[in-house]
């Protein structure tokens, strides 16, 4: 029992030690050390970016030449890639058969003419000798039903010769209107079949088109953009293949009829000229939509920034140079800076240098000619 006492006493003593020494070393330690900090005023300009989106190019008339009748290619008059022009003669499809097919067609509408001709004699002389009353009335009724039936005959006939001639005029393919063709698909002899082989590719490249696809929320902004009625904010369009700038200017064409209702996105068409070609339809490009804000946005350096946990936080510096941390509602990044939509105002003084040795409450300094 006296064994226990001696230890519980000895316990005390010496936690009584540890604390007297513990005060004693903070005593001499003192508050922390200021912070060196550079610092930079917050101010307001005109923020001007792109917005950007991905988009694709593409043709604003473009068809796949297919063929109307069956047959072997016989004719190919053009060279892959060239300009062609609306009525110009591309390909010919073997016409041998369907030439014949017409000849036999006229022969037949001459039989069916004759035959016209001949119901025709049959059903006047009938109805002479029905006013003599020397023919049965039934005699006088076949013979006009006989003729009636040959004149149908006469326009099927007709029917049938203009039918024959149009394969015949379909077997020469020329080009629906001025652009530039592809690589030919086929070569003579190749067998093509109506409607389903593809011979080639027409499409027009200048101007040329640019697809791409905006938020429903930006539908009012592009619409005022088509009609002309531009804000301040707003400029011209152009695209980007990387680092390379097209060296032209686009515009609206139109605007989709139509939100897309899954992806809530609706497509917008520009064009741009494109007299040295150099773009191709299905190239992927950036479209870049000038932007600066209409009034005053607040803009500071982006290494001011911290993240903690998905949000944004500067140090701000008080009257006594201690900083307190601040949520911020941060916009685009332009650069190097970024835009402030909430949390911060003209004025204010933020820190931009030596933020990872910063915490709440700290106490800064700042050295001579570190204020930006």
């Known amino acids: 029992m006296i064994y226990k006492s001696i230890l519980a006493y000895t316990a005390a003593g010496v936690s009584l030690l540890i604390m007297s020494c513990g005060a004693k070393q903070q005593q001499q330690q003192g508050p922390p050390p ?12 005109n923020a001007i970016f792109y917005d950007e989106y991905p988009g694709i190019v ?59 001709l001949k119901a025709q004699k049959d059903a006047d002389r009938y109805h002479e000798l029905d006013k003599q009353d020397a023919i049965a009335k039934q005699q006088v009724d076949y013979a006009d039903a006989a003729l009636e039936a040959a004149k149908k005959q006469v326009e099927a006939a007709r029917a049938n010769v203009n039918a024959v ?11 629906p209107f ?24 027409v499409s027009t490249d200048n101007p040329i088109a640019v697809d791409f696809t905006v938020d429903q929320k930006e539908i009012y902004r592009f619409a005022q953009l088509q009609q002309g009625k531009k804000n301040p904010k707003d400029s011209t369009f152009t695209i980007a293949f990387g680092n390379d700038i097209y060296p032209y200017k686009g515009s609206i064409s139109f605007i989709d009829r139509a939100v897309d209702a899954q992806t809530g996105t609706i497509k917008v068409r520009l064009v741009f000229p494109n007299e040295k070609k150099l773009l191709k339809a299905g190239m992927s490009t950036t479209v870049k939509v000038l932007n600066s804000a209409a009034e005053q946005s607040v803009l500071i350096p982006y290494k001011a920034v911290t993240e903690q946990l998905g949000e944004y936080f500067v140090y701000v510096l008080s009257d006594s140079n201690k900083v307190s941390q601040r949520k911020l509602d ?8 970024v835009i ?20 709440e409450g700290a106490v800064v300094t700042i050295p001579a000619q570190a204020a930006q």
């Open 178 to 201: 001025d652009g530039t063709i592809g690589i030919s698909q086929v070569k003579k002899g190749t067998s093509v079949v109506a409607g389903q082989s593809i011979l080639n590719v």
């Open 165 to 175: 001639q149009s394969n015949v005029h379909f077997a020469s393919i020329a080009a």
């Open 340 to 359: 402030v939509k909430d949390g911060l105002k003209a004025g204010e003084k933020i820190v931009v240098q030596g933020v990872q040795n910063l915490r």
């Open 330 to 337: 941060l916009s685009r990044q332009i650069g190097a800076d």
């Open 58 to 116: 593409t043709a604003l008339n473009q068809i796949e030449l297919r063929p109307q009748v069956s047959g072997y290619i016989t004719g190919i008059y053009f060279k892959d890639g060239d300009r062609v022009r609306k009525g110009q003669k591309l390909y010919s499809i073997d016409q041998q058969v369907y030439s014949a097919n017409v000849q036999q067609a006229q022969a037949n509408l001459q039989v069916q003419e004759t035959n016209l």
């Open 34 to 45: 200021a912070v060196p900090v550079t610092i930079t005023e917050v101010k307001t300009s």
